[in-house]
């Protein structure tokens, strides 16, 4: 992707997001919608319910040995904020392989009239997001011209950023012992030159932090997919704008915020 392309992307992305003035809102929070929880073979499934409407989607990657409900927490309270999450049941998704096939999963499903899920997927936006090795396979998923936005929580070598075609929130933990933010997570940030990235390192974080109910990322994760996947302005202040007014960029919570020069300022 070229310099003017990539200008051109940042351009239509903050262009499509009203700039209004929205109230503070906990992400951290519930959302507003009941969750209930589908296995198949090779997928978990979080949902709203009812569906009503159309959702976006995420894919999830588990980290290396674990499965979906090691971070159920996490999976139901992105569910709960309107997400279909499919998370792959797999303690080996690095290639995104398995992750991308959540979405192949409910684009049928939202094909077929007697799927509980006919009408209600909203196969346009999805993003992908996992853990450790998992978060390797989101951004191996994310090369899929399918996937619009990535989240890699403290992410595994696999994958190429410079595959990547959309917005990246891209995570690690100041104590995580694993996945050395410096050695591992930054350089990573570092060669997204051609997308809008955020680089956010949480203060206190171990490698374990985002089981469970996600921990101090549960938030913004949330408010990153409501930005990019459901163009909600609520969630536009916590990554655009100035850095004196940006969320994320003041927040106490986090040691280390960098964003890119394809994110406005604006």
């Given at each position: 992707m070229t310099r003017i392309t990539s200008l051109l992307l940042a351009f239509l992305l903050w262009?499509?997001?009203p700039a209004v003035a929205e109230p503070t809102i906990d992400w951290a929070a519930p959302g507003p919608h009941e969750v209930v929880s589908e296995a198949s073979a090779t997928h978990t499934i979080y949902r709203p319910s009812p569906?009503?409407?159309r959702h976006p989607v995420i894919i999830w990657g588990n980290g290396t040995g674990a499965t979906p409900s090691v971070y159920v927490g996490l999976l139901r309270h992105w569910a709960s904020h309107g997400f279909i999450v499919a998370a792959a049941n797999t303690p080996n998704s690095g290639s995104g392989n398995e992750m991308l096939?959540?979405?192949s999963y409910l684009t049928a499903e939202n094909a077929r009239p007697s799927s509980p899920y006919f009408g209600h997927v909203d196969v346009n936006r999805v993003g992908a997001s996992g853990h450790s090795q998992g978060g390797g396979g989101?951004?191996?998923a994310g090369a899929d011209p399918r996937v619009s936005t990535t989240v890699p929580i403290q992410p595994g070598p696999l994958g190429s950023v410079n595959a990547l075609h959309g917005p990246m929130f891209i995570v690690s933990g100041q104590l995580d012992l694993v996945v050395v933010p410096l050695l591992?997570?930054?350089?990573r940030y570092n060669a997204a030159?051609?997308?809008?990235a955020?680089?956010?390192e949480l203060a206190g974080a171990t490698h374990t932090t985002p089981t469970g109910n996600g921990g101090g990322y549960r938030g913004p994760t949330t408010a990153w997919f409501r930005l990019w996947l459901a163009n909600d302005t609520r969630a536009r202040s916590e990554f655009l704008g100035p850095d004196?007014?940006?969320g994320l960029c003041t927040s106490p919570a986090w040691s280390d915020v960098r964003r890119n020069a394809l994110i406005p300022r604006t």
């Open positions: 262009s499509a997001i569906l009503t409407q096939a959540g979405i989101a951004i191996a591992l997570v930054v350089p030159t051609h997308i809008p955020v680089y956010g004196s007014t940006c």
